[in-house]
């Protein structure tokens, strides 16, 4: 059964950046692209990008570029989501998810980051 | 970048309801368009892709429809679960987006 299992929590200071795990379980990793996308507290979704875990290649939402970056660990079968120059506005809940050929159809359980001094 | 509009924001409706919420593209994004579900504190649950596809284990009184830029997700006979948010997405361009949402309340 397709899981994926993300970090704890994060407590961050503004300027502080954040690095977010995400563990696929019950696929072939490099089969599928991850997704992450953002949702501030109270806020609607917000798509940051996504990494082609067989080849590396990414894909960054223009307001995030220079500040994102994603990667992953093929033998270990990991995403990672690091988001550096925290503010208080990138407080929310960080979710991955595994992107189809046009859809995401399995997300993580999310991971909330909070910016705070 | 594609922007995608959902109307209404919210609306109130009532167990046994037909609901039908929209959403369109700032330019067309063919079929590549798709519905999720998303419950307080939860994960988003993909519903709808390709416009018009039921996701498995999806039940059968979510639809969809539409393409280009005007697209409609409808539930036929409003359950008790199925009160949440509705967000469409498109993923014509390489670089997606979210509508804002559209949240359904008991009246």
């Known amino acids: 059964q397709v899981q994926l299992v993300q970090s704890g929590a994060e407590v961050k200071k503004p300027g502080a950046s954040v690095k977010v795990s995400c563990k696929p379980r019950?696929?072939?990793?490099?089969?599928?692209?991850i997704h992450w996308v953002r949702q501030a507290p109270g806020q609607g979704l917000e798509w940051m990008g996504r990494i082609n875990p067989d080849s590396g290649d990414t894909n960054y939402a223009r307001k995030f570029q220079g500040r994102v970056t994603m990667n992953t660990d093929t033998s270990g079968s990991t995403a990672y989501l690091d988001l550096s120059r925290l503010s208080s506005d990138d407080t929310g809940v960080y979710f991955c998810?595994?992107?189809?050929?046009?859809?995401?159809?399995?997300w993580g359980q999310g991971t909330l980051v909070t910016v705070s001094s | 970048d594609i922007q995608m509009t959902q109307s209404p924001s919210s609306l109130s409706a009532s167990v046994g309801d037909r609901v039908t919420i929209t959403c369109r593209a700032s330019q067309s994004v063919g079929i590549f368009l798709n519905w999720y579900q998303q419950k307080p504190g939860k994960a988003p649950n993909l519903l709808i892709y390709?416009?018009?596809s039921l996701q498995t284990g999806v039940p059968s009184r979510f639809s969809g429809s539409g393409s280009g830029t005007d697209f409609t997700l409808t539930i036929s006979t409003l359950e008790r679960e199925d009160f949440a948010t509705y967000y469409c997405q498109q993923s014509y361009s390489t670089l997606w987006t979210f509508g804002r949402g559209t949240r359904v309340e008991l009246k």
């Open positions: 390709g416009a018009s």
């Open positions: 019950g696929y072939t990793f490099t089969d599928y692209y």
């Open positions: 998810a595994r992107g189809g050929i046009s859809d995401c159809d399995y």
